[in-house]
Nanobody, 121 residues
Framework: QVHLVESGGGLVQAGGSLRLSCAASGRTFSNYAMGWFRQAPGKEREFVAAVSWNGSSTYYAEFVKGRFTISRDNAKNTVYLQMNSLKPEDTAVYYC??????????????WGKGTLVTISS
């Protein structure tokens, strides 16, 4: 079992930045690829970004490329999502995910409970 706890969400103006963190506990963190998904009101959960177990490979949804950066620190059992140039359409609950292939929801083994990000225009 892996327990994931997100933090760093909040309210910012459009154009601003936030950094989300996800702290993991339980089974060996470095065994898993890690990712971030988001879910806006009335919409399905969608993939945002993922990082391989050792941080050497990263993957992004088209709508965040160039604005968001995912990274991980295996010594701290933590994955991060740096979000810049935020837009109102980035408003959503952001979920941390762990698994073997976390670029789509069926590949996720463990979910966090989410952190709310609200971008005002």
């Amino acid at each position: 079992q892996v327990h994931l706890v997100e933090s760093g969400g909040g309210l910012v103006q459009a154009g601003g930045s936030l950094r989300l963190s996800c702290a993991a506990s339980g089974r060996t963190f470095s065994n898993y690829a890690m990712g971030w998904f988001r879910q806006a009101p009335g919409k399905e959960r969608e993939f945002v970004a993922a990082v391989s177990w050792n941080g050497s490979s990263t993957y992004y949804a088209e709508f965040v490329k160039g604005r968001f950066t995912i990274s991980r620190d295996n010594a701290k059992n933590t994955v991060y999502l740096q979000m810049n140039s935020l837009k109102p359409e980035d408003t959503a609950v952001y979920y941390c995910a762990a698994g073997g292939l976390v670029t789509y929801t069926p590949g996720v083994h463990y979910w966090g409970k989410g952190t709310l990000v609200t971008i005002s225009s």
